[in-house]
């Protein structure tokens, strides 16, 4: 490596514009060819650095962009000017598309796209994949339209399905390109989406908060179920998964409670599970590696698959399951397309829907969908539909929020990235929001503490951390009260924890969780709600951040620390962390776990979240801090996923230059997926 090089990436490291690992790897690929031209080595470790922010490769096209919007210094901006005057220089480190080069290069430039080979193959994996189950042709049942118009009644007198809200708040009303005349019904999306997924081997069912995601898909679940044991003695072999052990928890309460309304014969709702798994456990995942059990060579055995959270799904992963699943196994996979992207590179449920809001649809599934569900989607059919577009349906209406919620509306406008009605809303908030722009120490603390910024008036207050605290203490069993009622204790406990939630868009620094969980630790201490600041103590809330499959917890889980009494019968206590697991045999889907704290290496205190690790998770009230000053990570994007983890209330912490920044800029992802799922 040239000592230019070798001194522009030390500085690189000290301005913090590039990280250790990659100063490292392009040391590393210089040792491998110590002729390399310095331009190609200085691109491999901006590339690893991109890979850390979540693009999956680094387009050479956008490196002016780049170095504008991250202000390079003038030797990158020199490097750069090079590349675009003589192009990449041949080098055995490099892979282009040109005849005779190893098929072994660690890096690979595809059109104007440079990628580390991995993620290249994955990308190409998952393509692939995805598009052979979109072209796959499945012929479609007889019964198809009969146990549709059974599992989604129409009132004859609107035409509009049972489900169908119109006081709900519709959340892509910009989405279709021209309005439906007056007198025809809304489309019945639910309705629509199951039959797109019934006809083909591959779907995606996507929409905001309250949309009936989940509701959609247990009918779906019933239709196959139904339209397989009519035509067939056996039943489909089905599972169901989500990314985190929390998505997990949450899919699996919220399909036992829809199993129970639905309206289909016993033998089919026996045949449809409820239990629902990790990835990482479907696939049999093996410590101190990348490979899972289940791949191409030992697949997974089963039908269907269906994936909640998908927007949580990295490239890496979901090239993993595709690998694993027969090529005869439809994929089904839900998501609210507009929220954060997966914490690892790649954002692939975001580029599969990059035309949902338009639908995009043909006219020949358009006179399919009227033929087989009586509903008129003309206003979604697009010129240059492709066939991905075919198998994706986006659930418009939520039912969740009303005509009149704040957070319903407030989640919309943000959403639209339409600056004006936030600010209007937030000058004005309703009932269930409230604006805090210049909250001090104390102000945070009173609302993380005592939830008293959302107004009151209309019923149960706004919780913060002091409700869930003294619970614990006001419901807490005599110490012989038995197993039974410490363990139904401590199911309450874990439920009051949930009903709030501070999160924050930063994990470092005075407004990042780091900081946060220690200040908010030192104020329940002062007024006397917890023990201590430090260390276990009862009333804790710990993050795992890492999967252990012994334990049978998951990256994500959240457990609280209590103190019960001790097994031995001595008569004393002792603490013990306890979490909500899934369970499909129990009620509400899941059963407790008690882990001593000494088993837990790989825990974090959870007063404060990142809104990345919230995902999954709904609470009565969310209060969302952002920083006083704009950073990279603040996007429209994060904004949403905050206000949409809320029920009931949200509070908002952040000033009004902040916030409109937030919302003016959008998650861009670097991938070349979207164009291979296009055909481009």
Not at 225 to 231: I, S
Not at 315 to 321: G, H, I, N, S
Not at 504 to 513: D, E, F, K, S
């Amino acid at each position: 490596m040239s000592t230019d090089l070798s001194t522009l990436l030390d500085r690189a490291l000290e301005q913090q514009r590039l990280r250790p690992l990659d100063v490292a790897f392009a040391r590393f690929l210089a040792e491998r060819d110590a002729r390399s031209a310095p331009a190609l080595l200085w691109l491999a470790a901006v590339l690893s650095r991109q890979l850390a922010d979540g693009h999956l490769c680094l387009d050479l096209e956008l490196l002016s962009t780049l170095a504008q919007e991250q202000d390079w210094p003038a030797d990158w901006c020199a490097l750069a000017d090079e590349l675009r005057a003589g192009g990449l220089p041949a080098s055995p480190l490099l892979a282009a598309n040109r005849a005779g080069e190893p098929d072994n290069a660690p890096l690979v430039l595809d059109g104007t796209r440079l990628y580390l080979r991995r993620y290249w193959n994955h990308e190409r994996q998952v393509a692939q994949g995805i598009l052979a189950r979109v072209t796959r042709a499945e012929p479609s049942s007889p019964h198809l339209a009969e146990e549709l118009a059974r599992l989604f009644p129409t009132d004859r007198r609107s035409g509009f399905s049972r489900d169908n809200d119109a006081a709900s708040i519709p959340v892509a009303a910009e989405a279709a390109p021209t309005a439906a005349p007056a007198t025809s019904p809304m489309p019945d999306w639910p309705r629509i989406a199951c039959a797109l997924a019934a006809r083909g081997a591959f779907g995606v069912i996507t929409g905001g908060p309250g949309t009936g995601k989940t509701t959609t898909v247990v009918r779906l679940l019933g239709l196959l179920q139904t339209l397989q044991l009519r035509e067939h003695a056996q039943p489909l072999r089905i599972r169901l998964a989500a990314p985190t052990g929390k998505a997990a928890a949450r899919l699996n309460a919220s399909i036992s409670a829809q199993l129970a309304r639905l309206d289909v014969d016993a033998a089919v709702r026996a045949a449809i599970p409820a239990e629902v798994v990790t990835l990482h456990r479907l696939l049999g995942a093996r410590p101190d590696t990348r490979r899972f059990r289940h791949d191409a060579r030992n697949p997974l055995h089963l039908d269907v698959l269906v994936i909640d959270e998908a927007s949580m799904i990295d490239l890496e992963m979901m090239a993993a399951v595709l690998d694993a699943l027969p090529g005869d196994t439809r994929l089904i996979l839900l998501g609210d397309k507009d929220q954060l992207s997966s914490v690892e590179a790649g954002a692939v449920l975001g580029d599969l829907c990059r035309r949902a809001e338009a639908g995009h649809y043909d006219a020949a599934t358009a006179q399919w969908i009227e033929t087989t569900t009586g509903d008129d989607i003309a206003a979604f059919v697009q010129p240059g539909a492709q066939p991905l577009d075919q198998r994706i349906a986006m659930l418009r209406v939520s039912h969740r929020f009303g005509a009149a919620s704040g957070i319903g509306r407030l989640a919309h406008a943000v959403n639209a990235g339409n600056a004006p009605a936030v600010q209007g809303l937030l000058a004005a908030p309703p009932e269930d929001l409230a604006w805090l722009p210049n909250a001090d120490a104390a102000a945070l603390e009173a609302l993380a503490i005592d939830g008293i910024a959302a107004s009151p008036e209309h019923g149960d207050a706004p919780c913060g951390y002091r409700h869930y605290l003294e619970w614990l203490h006001a419901h807490r069993p005599a110490a012989d009260a038995g197993e039974t009622a410490h363990e139904a204790w401590a199911r309450g406990t874990l439920e009051a924890f949930n009903r709030f939630q501070l999160l924050c868009a930063l994990r470092r620094g005075p407004h990042g969780v780091e900081g946060l969980n220690r200040q908010l630790a030192a104020a329940l201490r002062a007024r006397g709600l917890i023990e201590s600041e430090h260390g276990w103590y009862e009333g804790r809330p710990v993050l795992l951040t890492r999967n252990d499959y012994g334990l049978g917890l998951m990256n994500g889980d959240i457990g609280l620390c209590l103190r019960l009494p001790a097994a031995d019968g001595s008569g004393g206590t002792r603490l013990t962390v306890a979490f909500l697991a899934t369970d499909a045999d129990r009620a509400g889907g899941t059963r407790l776990r008690f882990v001593a704290p000494s088993r837990l290496a790989d825990a974090e205190t959870a007063w404060a979240l990142t809104v990345h690790k919230s995902q999954g998770s709904e609470f009565e009230h969310t209060a969302l801090l952002l920083p006083p000053e704009p950073n990279a990570v603040l996007t429209r994007e994060l904004l949403y996923t905050g206000i949409t983890r809320a029920r009931r209330w949200f509070s908002l912490v952040g000033n009004a230059a902040v916030i409109e920044q937030t919302i003016d800029r959008r998650t861009q992802r670097h991938s070349g997926l979207a164009a291979r799922l296009q055909g481009d």
